[in-house]
């Protein structure tokens, strides 16, 4: 069992940046890779990033790659994810999750065991 909490949302303006974290607990959090994603109203959840469970090994989705990273500190159960340069098709609830994902399936959100409670990003001016 691993819980997963989240904080850093808000309201962003266009070309600003933003941190979004994901506090881990429970049985060896640092065991699981650990993804982000997305998604907006009326639109199907969207793959955004994942890092392996050891952070050797970061993926972005086309639509973020370039202004977003991901990370991890596995002495401190947490993953962040930075956002900058936002547009305004950023906007979306943010959801963190873990698993034991290979790469033929992280980007698949039905891959990941445990899920975070979704933390909303707005960015407009």
């Known amino acids: 069992q691993v819980h997963l909490v989240q904080s850093g949302g808000g309201l962003v303006q266009p070309g600003g940046s933003l941190s979004l974290l994901c506090a881990a607990s429970?049985?060896?959090?640092?065991?699981?890779?650990a993804g982000w994603f997305r998604q907006a109203p009326g639109q199907e959840r969207e793959f955004v990033s994942v890092?392996?469970?050891?952070?050797?090994?970061?993926y972005y989705s086309n639509a973020v790659k370039g202004r977003f990273t991901i990370s991890r500190d596995n002495t401190k159960n947490t993953v962040t994810l930075q956002m900058n340069d936002v547009r305004a098709d950023d906007t979306a609830v943010y959801y963190c999750a873990f698993g034991r994902i290979s790469t033929a399936i992280m980007k698949r959100a039905s891959a990941y065991e445990w899920w975070g409670q979704g933390t909303q990003v707005t960015v407009s001016s």
């Open positions: 890092i392996t469970w050891n952070g050797d090994h970061t």
């Open positions: 429970g049985r060896s959090p640092s065991a699981y890779a």
